[in-house]
């Protein structure tokens, strides 16, 4: 899987998933464009890609929510690389409320989990459309239905979004040669559950809940989904778009 020459932009760059599949496009020689609020931790990532590959990425500091930001995602990209081969939309927060709690909830996690991706894809596209390049967008489990025990409606919601945007972008845009393509990962041990607001101990019982319950006695690792995300984005899955990939250690099977 050689990325050599190829323009990588990963959202969310800064911290768990994204932060991993970072460094592992660094190891297969790929240009990076991260991004995330986090500046000092998307500098400390940066310094990791760079020790990999020598190669320094392009740091963009940027809120997803934010349609100004988005658009400089794009434009400083292109003004620095000229290019576009593969856009990760990672970025995600776990938002929790119940229908109780009114629109806002849902507001923010369709902006951050949905919206953002739909705007950047959009305006990624016609670069993508050049390179034949490729979108990986990292869903969730949770877009198949309610999580048992978490109050996730808003969160679910918006990846449920997801997946048909994924779907619906990979009809369009495959007679074009870009391929669309989603990860869909179980409970995976990031700083994820702590960004949704679960305390330090809540999390570990939650994992260890979790990976008693799930068939393969274990929550999934960050690396174990970036290796998923980076295949997907490779030519060895040329003939693979439209198509969401589930990671969970079997938490869909129970
Ligand atoms: P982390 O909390 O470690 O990472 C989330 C990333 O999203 C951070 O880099 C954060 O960057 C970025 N982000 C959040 N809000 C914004 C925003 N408004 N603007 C820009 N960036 C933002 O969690 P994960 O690595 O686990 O999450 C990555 C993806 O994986 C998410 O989409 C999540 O929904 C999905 N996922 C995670 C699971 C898990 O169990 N961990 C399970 C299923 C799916 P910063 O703070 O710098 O802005």
């Given at each position: 899987?050689?990325?050599?020459?190829?323009?990588v932009i990963i959202t969310g760059a800064s911290s768990g998933i994204g932060?991993?599949?970072?460094?592992?496009?660094?190891?297969?020689?790929?240009?990076?464009?991260?991004?995330?609020?986090?500046?000092?931790?998307?500098?400390?990532?940066?310094?990791?890609?760079?020790?990999?590959?020598?190669?320094?990425?392009?740091?963009?500091?940027?809120?997803?929510?934010?349609?100004?930001?988005?658009?400089?995602?794009?434009?400083?990209?292109?003004?620095?690389?000229?290019?576009?081969?593969?856009?990760?939309?990672?970025?995600?927060?776990?938002?929790?409320?119940s229908i109780l709690d009114g629109v806002k909830p849902f507001d923010e996690?369709?902006?951050?989990?949905?919206?953002?991706?739909?705007?950047?894809?959009?305006?990624?596209?016609?670069?993508?459309?050049?390179?034949?390049?490729?979108?990986?967008?990292?869903?969730?489990?949770?877009?198949?239905?309610?999580?048992?025990?978490?109050?996730?409606?808003?969160?679910?919601?918006?990846?449920?979004?997801?997946?048909?945007?994924?779907?619906?972008?990979?009809?369009?845009?495959?007679?074009?040669?870009?391929?669309?393509?989603?990860?869909?990962?179980?409970?995976?041990?990031?700083?994820?559950?702590?960004?949704?607001?679960?305390?330090?101990?809540n999390v570990t019982q939650l994992y260890t809940q979790r990976a008693e319950?799930?068939?393969?006695?274990?929550?999934?690792?960050?690396?174990?989904?970036?290796?998923?995300?980076?295949?997907?984005?490779?030519?060895?899955?040329?003939?693979?778009?439209?198509?969401?990939?589930?990671?969970?250690?079997?938490?869909?099977?129970?």
């Open positions: 899987m050689d990325f050599s020459n190829k323009v932060a991993s599949v970072a460094v592992l496009y660094a190891k297969q020689s790929a240009k990076l464009v991260l991004t995330g609020r986090n500046e000092q931790s998307l500098n400390t990532i940066s310094k990791q890609c760079e020790e990999v590959n020598g190669i320094k990425p392009l740091i963009v500091k940027a809120d997803v929510t934010d349609d100004n930001d988005i658009k400089k995602i794009v434009l400083n990209t292109i003004e620095h690389f000229g290019r576009i081969d593969v856009l990760v939309n990672n970025a995600g927060v776990g938002v929790r409320a996690a369709i902006a951050t989990n949905i919206r953002s991706a739909y705007l950047l894809t959009s305006l990624a596209t016609p670069y993508l459309i050049e390179s034949k390049g490729n979108v990986v967008n990292v869903s969730s489990v949770a877009a198949f239905g309610p999580i048992k025990g978490v109050d996730f409606l808003p969160y679910c919601i918006s990846k449920a979004a997801m997946d048909q945007f994924t779907k619906c972008v990979a009809l369009e845009l495959g007679p074009q040669g870009v391929r669309v393509n989603s990860v869909n990962p179980g409970c995976t041990r990031t700083p994820f559950a702590e960004a949704a607001g679960f305390t330090k101990d319950s799930y068939p393969l006695r274990k929550v999934a690792e960050r690396d174990e989904v970036a290796d998923l995300i980076l295949y997907l984005s490779s030519d060895r899955a040329r003939s693979i778009t439209g198509s969401v990939y589930v990671i969970d250690n079997g938490e869909m099977l129970v």
